[in-house]
C-alpha cells in the first residue's frame, strides 16, 4: 500500500524507492535500530529504523529555531554484501545522526550493485546492495527537534508499511 500522503508536511507517498533517491535526503535523520535480516540462501537485508525529516520548516520571527515534520520510517537494503564500519565515538553512545547517504557507481562487474556510503555524524557504514526501499510508518510530525521520542515513534521497529 502506497496511498499514504500529508499534504501539509509535503509528503507525497509513504513507501519510496532507490528509484527516488535523487528526491530524497536523510541529512541529521536518527537510527534508532539497526538489523542484519538472514534470509536463507540469498544474500542478507539490512534494516535501519529511523525518525526520517520529511521537511525542515524555517523559522517566521520572532522565533530564532527551525522546526521539523519528521516520521518514524523503516530503510530497508536488499541484497547487501561487502559490509564495512566504524562507530567512531568513546564512552557513551550519542545518537547516531546521518550526514549523507551516498549512492556510488559499481567500479567492478557487479553493475547490479552499487556502493552504498551511510556518512554520519559519529559513525560510518559502507556496504553493496541492489537497491532499497523505505516505509514511512505514520505521519509526520511537526517538531521543535529533528528526533522523536520513544512514545511517538512507538519504540524501536522495522516494520515494512506504509502509513495511510
Known amino acids: 500500500m502506497n496511498s499514504g500522503s500529508h499534504q501539509e508536511s509535503g509528503l507525497s ?3 519510496w524507492s532507490d528509484a527516488d533517491f ?3 535526503g536523510w541529512h541529521d535523520a536518527t537510527v534508532h535500530g539497526l538489523y542484519v535480516q ?3 540462501d540469498i544474500l542478507p537485508r539490512l ?3 529511523l525518525d526520517y525529516i520529511v521537511a525542515w520548516v524555517a523559522p517566521v520571527r520572532p522565533a530564532k529555531s527551525f522546526s521539523f515534520w ?3 520510517a523503516t530503510l530497508v537494503f536488499e541484497e547487501v554484501w561487502d559490509v564495512e564500519g566504524d562507530l567512531g565515538f568513546k564512552g557513551m553512545a550519542p545518537e547516531l545522526e546521518i550526514d549523507d547517504v551516498l549512492r556510488l557507481a559499481p567500479d567492478d562487474d557487479h553493475r547490479d550493485s552499487p556502493h552504498w556510503h551511510i556518512q554520519g555524524h559519529s559513525f560510518d557504514l559502507k556496504f553493496r546492495a541492489s ?12 517538531t521543535s527537534a ?5 512514545a511517538e515513534r512507538g519504540g524501536c521497529r522495522f516494520t515494512e ?3 495511510g
Open 161 to 163: 508499511v506504509g502509513f
Open 131 to 142: 537497491g532499497f526501499r523505505q516505509y514511512v510508518r505514520d505521519a509526520p510530525r511537526l
Open 13 to 15: 507517498k509513504s513507501v
Open 22 to 24: 535523487e528526491e530524497m
Open 47 to 49: 534494516l535501519l529504523d
Open 70 to 72: 519528521v516520521a518514524p
Open 146 to 150: 529533528p528526533v522523536l521520542s520513544d
Open 38 to 40: 538472514q534470509t536463507g
